[in-house]
């Protein structure tokens, strides 16, 4: 089954046909990159990790380099299962398995549960990625929309008592990002969160939560639904990639033994043993907290300049929801399709991603764009701003000098 998303496309003229995924690379010299989904240089901590390799390899000389590679890779595992227990989810190593990243997890499970007759519940908008990966299973779809609060349950159980009143199949998957949304930056309320537990038990269907963000908050961060869930209907996928380095590839999944085993089978990769040792070099000499207070420290603060940017430069016809933790600010520009409107933001020396690739049906996305704070510095934050507010063809009221 191929999937419909093609990112480059809408920029093909421009960038000479780049795959999807690579026109990043090709951005106009100097151009602020609103659009980057990864930490800024000056947050990967690539001094530690070159430390960590040096101390691996020092001490393990060719081990690590083998397929059954270096004995610091089960400490990756236990430094997991304890960072789960202190998230307050159980974690023993029979319930979680360790994967290339989130994306491979994601995979997995959908390789596990799904199937052509499956009906999956996606939110409106959701990360583009995940869409894709659904798409090679089945093509039966719930979407939900997303509001300040996130995913909107209410909607979600009148759609379901609808499904069960008219004899339509029921879903077997949920994927919710309910923590720092990616591309919305929305968190689901605690009642929600409780409410969702309870319609996946009355309705029976199994809950993947995506927390790829979810200890990036700028203040407490709220409790996971994985440690909410008192039925094993959450399959809790984390990820290092937004908290340490994206490119070490380091994800995992905690779920049932039922499920983890499954996976397993299916996981053919045959690890990566370097990586994982080399994470585990880093973290056992790593203050992990004081970490993360580093990075949620600085992300707050730009995600504070984007704000007050968005407000100083946009049209007041343009809204958006403000984050509490994360990478992301949604924008909604009433009118504008924000698919034409790159083209000219990246003449400006800007870029964003358009809203559309982040839902199924397209046409809802239209409206909208979502900016990173994640990357480019402050100055920049602000600057890339102030040229979106030029670019983006809403009529701004003129008004008179207060003097």
Same mark, same amino acid.
């Given at each position: 089954m191929k999937t419909a998303f093609h990112f480059s496309k809408d920029i093909e003229m421009a960038f000479k046909n780049d795959p999807p995924g /690579?026109?990043?690379s090709t951005l106009p010299p100097n151009c602020l990159r609103l659009s980057s989904g990864y930490p800024a240089p000056a947050l990967v901590p690539s001094e530690e990790i070159k430390k960590a390799v040096t101390r691996l390899l020092d001490e393990e000389r060719d081990l690590p380099l083998h397929y059954l590679g270096s004995?610091?890779?089960?400490?990756?595992?236990?430094?997991? /299962?304890?960072?789960?227990? /202190?998230?307050?989810v159980e974690a023993s190593s029979s319930k979680l398995i360790v994967t290339s990243g989130a994306c491979q997890a994601i995979d997995l499970i959908a390789r596990v549960l799904l199937d052509d007759d499956a009906v999956v519940i996606v939110e409106s908008p959701?990360?583009?990625?995940a869409l894709e990966i659904f798409q090679n299973y089945t093509e039966h779809y719930m979407t939900i929309p997303i509001d300040e609060d996130g995913l909107q349950t209410e909607l979600l159980a009148s759609m379901l008592a609808n499904r069960k009143e008219k004899g339509l199949p029921l879903p077997r998957l949920l994927y919710t990002i309910p923590t720092y949304q990616n591309p919305t930056g929305t968190t689901l309320s605690t009642e929600r969160r409780q409410h969702v537990l309870a319609l996946a038990e009355q309705?029976?269907?199994?809950?993947?939560e995506d927390d790829a963000y979810g200890e990036l908050g700028f203040h407490?961060?709220?409790?996971?639904?994985?440690?909410m869930d008192t039925n094993n209907r959450v399959l809790?996928?984390?990820s290092l990639s937004k908290v340490v380095a994206p490119g070490m590839r380091i994800g995992w999944v905690v779920a049932d033994q039922q499920i983890i085993e499954p996976l397993n089978w299916f996981k053919k990769d045959l690890s990566h043993p370097f990586n994982e040792a080399t994470m585990a070099s880093f973290l056992e000499v790593t203050n992990f907290d004081g970490h993360l207070k580093f990075l949620t420290s600085a992300y707050e603060s730009k995600c504070a300049s984007m704000l007050s940017a968005l407000e100083e430069f946009l049209p007041p016809a343009v809204s958006w929801f403000v984050p509490k933790g994360g990478y992301f600010v949604w924008v909604k520009i009433p009118g504008v399709d924000t698919s034409k409107m790159?083209?000219?933001a990246l003449a400006a020396g800007v870029s964003f991603v358009p809203g559309k690739y982040f839902f199924l049906d397209q046409e809802k996305g239209l409206e909208y764009l979502r900016l990173s704070f994640s990357y480019a510095n402050e100055e920049e934050i602000v600057k890339g701003v102030e040229l979106l507010g030029q670019v983006t063809g809403v009529n701004i009221p003129v008004t008179e000098d207060a003097e």
């Open positions: /690579q026109w990043l004995p610091r890779v089960p400490q990756l595992k236990k430094f997991l /299962q304890e960072r789960m227990v /202190q998230r307050g959701t990360y583009m990625e309705y029976d269907f199994l809950i993947l407490d961060n709220p409790s996971l639904l994985k440690a809790y996928v984390g790159l083209p000219k």
